[in-house]
């Protein structure tokens, strides 16, 4: 059986119990599981994925990771209301600019018996 990268992640920054840079993390997974120059080009985005997708991990300023384990859940969580820009909407369209717009059903019937 293979040996997953996300897993040597997590075992890594168990013993470690402290952040690291997203660099050294991928640094150590390349070199724990032999991956070449080509293999590890090749790996680095699904990892940096599963990464991001896996609950055990969290992304800390500057693209230091750590396991969400390590923290407290105020550190760990953001308020994503925070991510809306409130600004000027003028020049985005409303549905009262789609108002004009003619609806012919008419013209999108199809006759399923003509279809045979």
């Known amino acids: 059986m293979s040996v997953k990268t996300i897993d040597v992640a997590y075992d890594y920054l168990k ?49 230091v990771w750590d396991l969400k384990s390590n923290h407290k859940l105020s550190e760990v969580l953001f308020d994503s209301s925070l991510l809306l820009d409130e600004g000027d909407d003028e020049d985005e369209p409303t549905i009262e600019d789609y108002d004009d717009i003619e609806d012919d059903d008419e013209e999108r019937k199809v006759d399923l018996d003509s279809l045979d």
Do not use: C, P
């Open 15 to 63: 013993t470690m119990n402290h952040s690291v840079s997203f660099k050294e993390l991928w640094k150590v997974v390349v070199d724990q599981l032999g991956y070449d120059e080509a293999q590890a080009r090749k790996k680095i985005s699904q990892f940096y994925t599963d990464l991001s997708l896996d609950a055990r991990f969290t992304s800390l300023e500057n693209n």
